[in-house]
């Protein structure tokens, strides 16, 4: 297992610096500069003189490989910079947004996940059934429907014509601890949908096709044949049995939870980390943007890492190589 670890280490090294370099020549070779972007936000035409003591002031007047070893030595710090937007740091304005994403994608994923375990289970016990063929159609369908036209219609019918729910934002002035807890889950309700209902297809599915393979194993048949029923040894055998795959795809859906969903959280105001990319690729703030990009990319391959030795403990013959 130590040697199996180590080799994924030593992947991971090379892959964390080809994408930090691939965002950092990326972002700084992109059209338009931060001096642009704060004409354009303010309205008013940034003259000659005060571009070049901006671009000074950021630094966007040395070479690019210059700026990039600078930048680098101070992550190696981890000192991110400064916002080139309000000039707070880079890292307080990520601890602002980050609770709200780990908040709104939390609940997305528990539920999505409360739902697509029993739902796969059940589906995957009676293969081509009644449960497996409606659950399916109606599972795909839903996986179909793209996000943001979703959430456009969810406002249109539940906040514009039936005022149940907010339109957009994380809360109201709400009276007492009772209301603004209740406000606040009105808030997550659409989102946390929009969010829920596509990756539904995608893990019911997955494990129906796990737990339909391991069913008909030989353990599964014994656990039958010694008096367990068959909710019983699809629980306690096929599904245990079938979980390698949901945990190497949790590995890389969990690290959505730090990154954010970009759209939904533009859509509906949240002010998460996927807002804070969104809104700081369009003003050029390369601090922020370097940095939730850095953060991304290692959160990935931590997560991915550990998904990767979970599953190796689970199954031995992935870390001997062995594995088909």
């Known amino acids: 297992m130590t040697r199996y670890v180590l080799r994924r280490l030593l992947l991971a090294v090379p892959t964390l610096v080809g994408i930090i370099v691939l965002v950092f020549l990326l972002l700084h070779l992109a059209p338009g500069s931060p001096v642009s972007a704060l004409g354009a936000e303010s309205g008013r035409r940034v003259s000659?003189?005060?571009?070049?003591?901006?671009?000074?002031?950021?630094?966007?007047?040395?070479?690019?490989?210059?700026?990039?070893?600078?930048?680098?030595?101070?992550?190696?710090?981890?000192?991110?910079?400064?916002?080139?937007?309000?000039?707070?740091?880079?890292?307080?304005?990520?601890?602002?947004?980050?609770?709200?994403?780990?908040?709104?994608?939390?609940?997305?994923?528990?539920?999505?996940?409360?739902?697509?375990?029993?739902?796969?289970?059940?589906?995957?016990?009676?293969?081509?059934?009644?449960?497996?063929?409606?659950?399916?159609?109606?599972?795909?369908?839903?996986?179909?429907?793209?996000?943001?036209?979703?959430?456009?219609?969810?406002?249109?019918?539940?906040?514009?014509?039936?005022?149940?729910?907010?339109?957009?934002?994380?809360?109201?002035?709400a009276p007492g601890a009772g209301g603004r807890v209740l406000d606040r889950a009105a808030h997550l309700v659409l989102p946390v949908v929009c969010l829920t209902y596509g990756s539904l297809a995608f893990f019911a599915r997955l494990i129906r096709a796990s737990v339909a393979e391991t069913r008909v194993a030989d353990y599964v048949l014994a656990a039958r044949a010694r008096g367990l029923s068959r909710r019983e040894a699809l629980w306690r055998h096929a599904f245990r049995n079938a979980l390698l795959p949901l945990v190497t795809l949790l590995g890389l859906v969990v690290p959505g939870l730090l990154s954010g969903s970009v759209i939904i959280e533009r859509i509906f105001a949240w002010p998460g980390l996927g807002r804070l990319y969104f809104d700081s690729i369009l003003s050029r703030d390369y601090p922020v943007v370097l940095a939730l990009s850095l953060l991304g990319a290692v959160a990935t391959l931590v997560l991915t890492l550990a998904a990767d030795v979970a599953a190796a403990a689970v199954d031995p013959r992935i870390r001997d190589g062995t594995l088909g």
């Open 48 to 173: 000659q003189r005060a571009a070049e003591e901006m671009r000074r002031v950021y630094g966007l007047d040395r070479p690019l490989p210059e700026r990039f070893a600078k930048w680098i030595g101070r992550v190696a710090r981890l000192d991110f910079g400064e916002s080139f937007v309000d000039r707070r740091p880079v890292l307080e304005r990520i601890g602002e947004a980050l609770p709200y994403t780990l908040l709104l994608n939390g609940i997305a994923l528990l539920l999505t996940l409360g739902i697509a375990v029993p739902l796969g289970v059940s589906a995957g016990g009676r293969p081509e059934g009644p449960l497996d063929r409606t659950s399916g159609a109606l599972l795909f369908a839903l996986y179909s429907l793209p996000a943001f036209w979703a959430a456009l219609l969810l406002q249109t019918l539940f906040s514009v014509k039936l005022g149940w729910l907010p339109l957009y934002g994380v809360a109201s002035d």
